[in-house]
């Protein structure tokens, strides 16, 4: 099978389409035929090492210390069941599914074996491959920082970063669940996001939030450039701010501030769970939640791909058509 690997750290240009063995499911597995997957910040980050400040170090010991462990990039898929292992229940040959793969990655390929018990649903049949390719990252990421933070309904919250693929998602997510929303974006795409859902759009090349006046309930920081520092007078008594991106020391810090003061900082890496994946499906055939799609790219462009998204300029998700 063809898929896209990489051995080194660098720039787009250590990606290579190669030829592969192709997997084989185990009794528990199935075997997926990928038609669409993703290109995230979080394989930008692990192909480039360019990592939130402090965590260069560790990034090495994730990753791989003298080179990638996992040569092939890819957190979320959409596709079609191959084959299924002696002992898989669950699903059928033809059904059509989407899955996370998570750090376990391996999704840039024809094919990938997932566990039968793990995170892998059937696809909702009002999107395409490409669309249901997407659901994962932003989607499961918006709904764990939300849960951790927790969101309520009726709170005010700021999405900062919102025109991005979590960012996108958490718009959405939060107007789901009954809140007042505000997201942040450059003059670009501010129709974007109030085409979202958000009630509010923030152009941050014209207008500093923290500089408004405006208390929330929730910040949640998709950019990291909303540090408790920056954003602590932008919420109100009991706020959270969830910071989806920050460095080692955010991380560090935020047991710290959660306990000694009257607001909550929410940290440290998000959990996909095979449940949210299907509440995400339901919530996309009921047409409440649609991830955007800036722009598709064949597996053999896959280089000029994460060019783009090296840009940092992507509006919600990039998606590679296998």
Same mark, same amino acid.
């Given at each position: ?162 025109? +991005?693929?979590?960012? $996108? %998602?958490? !718009?959405? &997510?939060? =107007?789901?669940? *009954? /809140?007042?929303?505000? +997201?942040?974006?450059? $003059? %670009?795409? !501010?129709? &974007?996001? =109030?085409?979202? *859902? /958000? ?11 923290? &500089? ?111």
């Amino acid at each position: 099978m063809r898929a896209a690997i990489y051995t080194e750290y660098g720039p787009p240009e250590v990606i290579q389409v190669k030829e592969v063995e192709k997997p084989v499911p185990g009794d528990k597995e199935v075997l997926i035929r990928i038609n669409a997957t993703t290109i995230t910040a979080g394989d930008w980050r692990a192909r480039s090492l360019i990592l939130p400040g402090g965590f260069g170090p560790v990034g090495r010991l994730i990753f791989g210390f003298r080179g990638p462990r996992q040569p092939v990039l890819g957190t979320e898929l959409a596709g079609e069941i191959e084959s299924v292992g002696k002992d898989v229940s669950r699903f059928k040959i033809g059904d059509q599914v989407f899955a996370y793969t998570s750090a376990h990655m391996g999704s840039h390929a024809e094919y990938r074996c997932m566990p039968e018990d793990g995170s892998v649903v059937l696809k909702p049949s009002n999107l395409s491959y490409g669309e249901s390719a997407a659901l994962s990252f932003g989607g499961t990421t918006a709904l764990d920082f939300f849960r951790r933070g927790p969101l309520r309904k009726g709170e005010k919250v700021l999405v900062i970063g919102a025109s +991005g693929g979590v960012g $996108t %998602a958490a !718009v959405q &997510l939060a =107007r789901h669940f *009954g /809140a007042e929303v505000t +997201g942040v974006a450059s $003059t %670009a795409n !501010v129709e &974007l996001v =109030r085409g979202l *859902g /958000a009630q509010h759009v923030i152009d941050y090349t014209s207008e500093d939030f923290t &500089l408004n006046g405006e208390r929330y309930d929730v910040i949640v920081d998709t950019a990291g450039t909303a540090p408790y520092s920056r954003s602590k007078n932008s919420l109100r008594k009991g706020g959270r701010l969830l910071l989806v991106l920050g460095t080692l020391t955010d991380l560090l810090t935020a047991p710290f501030i959660s306990m000694t003061s009257d607001k909550k900082i929410v940290a440290g890496p998000a959990t996909g769970r095979a449940e949210d994946l299907r509440f995400l499906a339901e919530l996309a055939e009921a047409g409440e939640f649609r991830p955007v799609i800036d722009r598709c790219y064949p597996l053999d462009q896959i280089v000029d791909a994460h060019r783009y998204v090296d840009t940092g300029r992507k509006r919600g998700n990039v998606v590679i058509e296998i």
